[in-house]
């Protein structure tokens, strides 16, 4: 099994930044792509953004410019960096990681971190 532990996220004036962090925790797993999604109330889960475990990032339009998505391999941990927010970012953000155990490939998420962004 993989655990994920989201941290990072608060209550923060439009204008403001935020730095969410994922890591994962397991035994005898390899990650894979990584990814923060988020869910606002009414209205579907989104991915925001996505990196893969060698580098290669893909962030939402709506984010593009404010969101950066990085990773530490050595650390299975993945971040969110979030820059310029708006009150239309609020959310709760979901890591997401697929991860392998033996030859299978798994999808994990963890338990969400609530973003608030004030008018």
């Known amino acids: 099994q993989v655990q994920l532990v989201e941290s990072g996220g608060g209550l923060v004036q439009a204008g403001g930044s935020l730095r969410l962090s994922c890591a994962a925790s397991?035994?005898?797993?390899?990650?894979?792509?990584m990814g923060w999604y988020r869910h606002a109330p009414g209205k579907q889960r989104e991915l925001v953004a996505s990196?893969?475990?060698?580098?290669?990032?893909n962030l939402a339009d709506s984010v593009k410019g404010r969101f950066t998505i990085s990773r530490d391999n050595a650390k299975n941990t993945v971040y969110l960096q979030m820059n310029s927010l708006q009150p239309e970012d609020t959310a709760v953000y979901y890591c997401n990681a697929k991860a392998r155990l033996t030859v299978y490939w798994y999808n994990y998420w963890g338990q969400g971190t609530q973003v608030t962004v004030s008018s």
């Open positions: 990196i893969t475990s060698s580098g290669t990032t």
């Open positions: 397991g035994s005898a797993f390899s990650i894979g792509d």
